[in-house]
């Protein structure tokens, strides 16, 4: 598989996503920019400081939070399982950029929506979301690591290796996504040596048996 060879801008977005984001992995039982924020106005900045002060309370709300600063808050509030807090931040954070003068994506918002979208059990707008990102910025690794695993979660197998896949291609070195590869694999043969053994292959039960020990992290008889 050739390497990928991104744009200059496009990976420095990919460096900032990956330092920022938390990628998804698939369930143990399957062991498987920060941009210059756009001019808004007083308004718009503070009714996002409202909805980010209960983790905040400290923060000086007299002057407008900065991109990276909207964006880890949200991060840290889906790190500690509020997930329904950082969908309203995430919402305050879209009306306000869409008030903006120029107004413009911003793709970790984007990738933080589906996270909490994802948590929510919401995986069809999570899906949706991870889908665009794959289209819009297919450089990225994160999108198409997580677009992975919510096939995987749909059994969607075939479709989940593909993706995770691509995450590979954009970034060979992506542990997360070579680890979620590795247990799509194991679920993909477990169905094949069942397969088999439902054709009367000798071995293949057995053999079905202990990829699923493997997946569920128990010992092999």
């Known amino acids: 598989m050739s390497d990928f060879h991104p744009r200059s801008a496009n990976a420095l977005l990919a460096s900032?996503?990956?330092?920022?984001a938390l990628s998804a992995v698939l369930p143990a039982s399957a062991q498987t920019l920060d941009d210059n924020m756009p001019q808004s106005s007083q308004k718009g900045w503070r009714g996002l400081a409202k909805v980010l002060d209960a983790l905040s309370p400290s923060v000086d709300t007299s002057i407008p939070p900065s991109a990276s600063q909207i964006t880890d808050r949200i991060t840290r509030l889906l790190d500690q399982g509020r997930n329904d807090e950082a969908l309203q931040a995430i919402e305050a954070r879209k009306q306000e950029l869409a008030g903006a003068s120029s107004p413009g994506t911003d793709v970790q918002l984007m990738f933080l929506e589906a996270r909490a979208l994802s948590a929510l059990a919401r995986h069809?707008?999570?899906t949706a979301i991870y889908r665009r990102m794959t289209v819009d910025y297919p450089e990225l690794p994160e999108p198409w690591n997580n677009l992975g695993t919510e096939y995987f979660r749909m059994g969607q197998l075939e479709r989940a290796r593909e993706a995770l896949q691509m995450a590979l291609m954009a970034n060979p070195n992506y542990a997360t996504a070579q680890a979620n590869l590795g247990a799509v694999q194991l679920q993909l043969a477990q169905q094949a040596f069942e397969k088999a053994a439902s054709s009367g292959v000798p071995g293949a039960q057995e053999k079905a048996q202990?990829?699923?020990?493997?997946?569920?992290?128990q010992p092999s008889p």
């Open 16 to 20: 900032a996503l990956l330092a920022f």
């Open 210 to 217: 202990q990829t699923g020990s493997i997946l569920d992290g």
């Open 124 to 126: 069809d707008e999570a």
